[in-house]
């Protein structure tokens, strides 16, 4: 009998479990009324006392391991389902195929940008889109009574001072409170005005904005860096800088940049307001700098030649597709 077990131990290591249907048919041979182990215990009842001790022992280890193999069979299918369970479910892995998209025009231009300023030392500083007042409006020279608050008309949350942020200059604001200069920022993200939609206009878009700030920064500082982007990103091309005014900043410019033989506006720009460098603290005396902002959608519109903004945020596979070979 003994030996009997031996071979059968040695069948158990030759047994692979792949289906359910398989461990089904195992567990009957085995674990069955009529099966192997069953037969092996009234075959046990027979034996010589003297020969139960050793041959008993033996059966104990043999019916153990067919446990333990049904048992690993279940606990790797349980693994399986899980794992197959994640691959359908889980949606922040990457797809199986290749070539499911392409990054939208806005994310392309963006990175462009991004990578042209952080040549030059400028940081990524963000914020969030639901912003306080003071952030959005009063901290940057907008109080109350102020008109220009008409121009960045937006959407409020009602019974709350807080709104959708009209600019990302509110994230230069926060970063001020808690930063000292030297500072050299850019700040991009969506923003929000109360404007209607068309063509040419939206009640969202993106920004990017910069604001430098250090000792002696003079408006030479400010053509300088905003020359630099021009030339990276356009190449070559005829520029001018016209006076302006914006709440925050005093002088104020904007910049065209001749395109397709017309004066485009597609930067505003200017020195940072002493009363903004006194709301949080910073000394005007001491410290001066410059800041500037740019519409992602102006430019992106510019380079494709895109004749409609809505185009950006319609999700159509079609008008997406196109900018598969961008990077």
């Known amino acids: 009998m003994l030996n009997k077990i031996k071979n059968l131990n040695k069948e158990l290591d030759r047994i692979n479990l792949n289906s359910a249907s398989e461990l089904e048919f195992f567990r009957i041979k085995f674990l069955g009324k009529k099966g192997i182990l069953n037969s092996l215990f009234k075959e046990f009842k027979k034996i010589d006392n003297n020969e139960k001790r050793n041959i008993g022992l033996s059966l104990n280890i043999f019916k153990k391991k067919i446990k333990n193999l049904i048992l690993k069979f279940k606990i790797l299918k349980k693994k399986k389902i899980i794992i197959d369970d994640l691959e359908i479910d889980d949606l922040t892995k990457p797809g ?42 009063t901290a940057l020279n907008f109080p109350y009574y102020h ?23 509110s994230v230069q604001i926060r970063y001020l409170e808690k930063n000292k200069p030297p500072i050299r920022i850019i700040s991009p993200g969506r923003v929000y005005r109360n404007e209607k939609i068309s063509a040419y206009s939206h009640c969202m878009f993106h920004q990017i904005e910069g604001l430098y700030l250090d000792k002696k920064v003079s408006f030479q500082d400010l053509k300088s860096t905003i020359n630099f982007f021009i030339k990276n990103f356009f ?12 709440p925050f900043t005093e002088p104020s410019a904007e910049l065209d940049i001749l395109w397709n033989n017309k004066w485009l506006e597609i930067i505003g720009c200017g020195m940072v307001d ?3 460098l006194k709301n949080v603290n910073i000394d005007p005396d001491i ?41």
């Open 96 to 137: 199986k195929k290749k070539n499911l998209g392409s990054r939208h025009p806005i994310s392309i231009i963006k990175h462009r940008i991004i990578n042209l300023f952080n040549k030059i030392g400028f940081q990524i500083c963000e914020g969030p889109e639901i912003e306080y007042d003071w952030y959005n409006f």
């Open 147 to 169: 008109p220009a608050r008409e121009m960045q008309d937006t959407f409020f949350i009602k019974k709350s001072n807080k709104l959708l942020r009209t600019h990302t200059s």
């Open 287 to 327: 410290y001066s700098g410059f800041a500037f902002g740019m519409g992602i959608e102006r430019i992106t519109l510019m380079i494709y030649k895109i004749n409609d903004i809505r185009y950006f945020f319609e999700n159509d596979l079609r008008f997406l597709k196109q900018f598969k070979k961008e990077f």
């Open 274 to 276: 002493p009363i903004v």
């Open 235 to 246: 190449g070559k091309s005829i520029t001018r800088f016209r006076p302006s005014y914006f």
